[in-house]
């Protein structure tokens, strides 16, 4: 056996390293250091792997996938609102300002109790692992000890995460109930934040990461937002808020300073490479251009942008800029906690933009932008792995040496969720839609991170 090799994993595998396609793996070794590292990926061709698998049988380090079963990397959901776990699929029909009013603020604060917020963050980060999610980027609520409290869940429960304490300090568009006491003490607890959640990462063995999160610019103030943007350059912390989400933030950044949201962002020092802007259905060519320079990356949410956005994202458009992306769930705005759900959404929104919706009209008369705007099923694929993995600058997405080992490992002979097409239409492509489009979270059936196996429903 070789010596640096801890684990080794036997099957067929499905990954997306480049935009736009995908790889099928059939019957390769993939074999795993003991930090957790691809080493190498040894092909079913290779006249070594028959020798190399007798040797790791024989060592006990041997997992072998079995039929019917595939691997595939695990999902990086770049926008989670972890607070807000307890209102998914509630008011959807409720015009922004509302849900936030009368749902979100509401439910947010009552993250003040850490033995709520505690089985609140343990429920949603198994869920979102029992999916396949290994990467979860999160914007914890209002209050410091909570949001510290999620990192620590996820650094306990083996999913490597991205965590902020949300910044809301304008008293005119915050509750009394719940917003930070004031700009000077939201950007301090943002520090002691950074400090403390770089000590959880530093002491995990997948990696967690704080996040600068102001809400957006209409819940925070001027002196706010050019506080995190200083504190951002200060200590190089990733950044995410929303950007250019809807029509009513569009208009009220417009108003407040005479540019549009992403300048305004811009122009307080938080557009960077490691600033994760959410939504953006809004972001115009140039803006898109400004984007691309900097290095900040879009968080895809198309569920959520169906409910809330009023705008689908031009995706196409963003890749072509060069726009660095990936896809986010955004619970809540987006019902599902599935990165499956997801993916299927991105494909469906896309062809919407592409033909327009109303058959009452002429079809040069829907709205359809047509040409190139589909976003393809390996194309969504490539944003819930490699792409999120990029976007965050972090070695996962993909099955390749040098990269973190994160697998989900989905069943297709499930008795309630058979994805195997009876054997017909077989190729790889007709077996990794059946997957994508068709899988439940029945199927997935093992999650492992950094090489640790974390989720075991065959041991439930």
């Not at 990954?15 to 995908?22: K, L």
């Not at 494909?347 to 109303?358: F, H, K, P």
Request: charged share 25%; aromatic share 10%.
């Amino acid at each position: 056996m070789t010596q640096h090799v801890e684990r080794a994993f036997f099957g067929s595998f499905f990954h997306a390293p480049e935009y736009g396609g995908f790889e099928f793996l059939k019957d390769a070794l993939i074999e795993v250091d003991a930090c957790g590292v691809i080493g190498r990926v040894v092909a079913k061709d290779d006249p070594e792997q028959a020798r190399l698998m007798a040797a790791y049988r024989e060592c006990g380090v041997l997992t072998e996938l079995g039929e019917g079963r595939f691997g595939l990397p695990g999902f990086v959901d770049i926008h989670v609102h972890a607070p807000q776990w307890p209102q998914a699929a509630l008011a959807l029909d409720e015009p922004l300002y509302l849900w936030l009013e009368q749902r979100t603020f509401p439910l947010e604060a009552k993250f003040a109790d850490l033995d709520f917020a505690r089985a609140v963050y343990v429920d949603l980060v198994e869920q979102l692992l029992a999916r396949g999610s290994t990467t979860a980027v999160y914007l914890g609520s209002a209050h410091l000890a909570s949001s510290i409290e999620l990192a620590s869940i996820c650094a306990e429960r083996g999913q490597r995460a991205l965590v902020g304490k949300t910044v809301m300090d304008d008293p005119s568009a915050n509750p009394e109930y719940y917003r930070d006491a004031s700009a000077a003490q939201a950007v301090e607890d943002t520090r002691t934040l950074i400090r403390e959640v770089e000590a959880i990462g530093r002491a995990s063995w997948q990696g967690v990461w704080p996040v600068v999160t102001p809400r957006f610019i209409p819940s925070c103030t001027d002196e706010v937002l050019r506080g995190l943007g200083d504190l951002a350059a200060e200590t190089g912390a990733y950044v995410q808020t929303h950007c250019n989400e809807g029509q009513w933030e569009h208009d009220v950044v417009l108003e407040r300073f005479g540019k549009t949201d992403p300048y305004a962002l811009r122009d307080f020092g938080l557009v960077g490479p490691r600033s994760i802007m959410a939504h953006c259905p809004y972001l115009t060519v140039e803006e898109g251009e400004m984007f691309a320079e900097a290095g900040a990356v879009v968080a895809h949410c198309p569920m959520a942008n169906a409910y809330f956005s009023s705008a689908v994202a031009p995706v196409a458009r963003f890749r072509a800029q060069g726009i660095r992306m990936g896809l986010g769930t955004d619970i809540s705005g987006g019902y599902s906690p599935s990165m499956y759900e997801n993916i299927r959404q991105a494909v469906v929104a896309s062809r919407l933009l592409e033909t327009g919706v109303d058959a009452q009209r002429a079809p040069d008369e829907r709205g359809g932008l047509g040409g190139d705007v589909r976003v393809s099923l390996a194309q969504a694929f490539w944003l819930a792995t490699a792409g999120g993995a990029e976007a965050l600058g972090l070695p996962v997405g993909v099955f390749e040496p040098g990269r973190a080992f994160d697998m989900q490992v989905v069943d297709v002979k499930r008795r309630d969720a058979d994805l195997t097409g009876f054997g017909v239409f077989d190729a790889p492509e007709d077996r990794l839609a059946r997957i994508l489009y068709l899988a439940t979270p029945d199927n997935v059936r093992k999650v492992y991170v950094q090489g640790r196996l974390v989720r075991d429903k065959d041991a439930e």
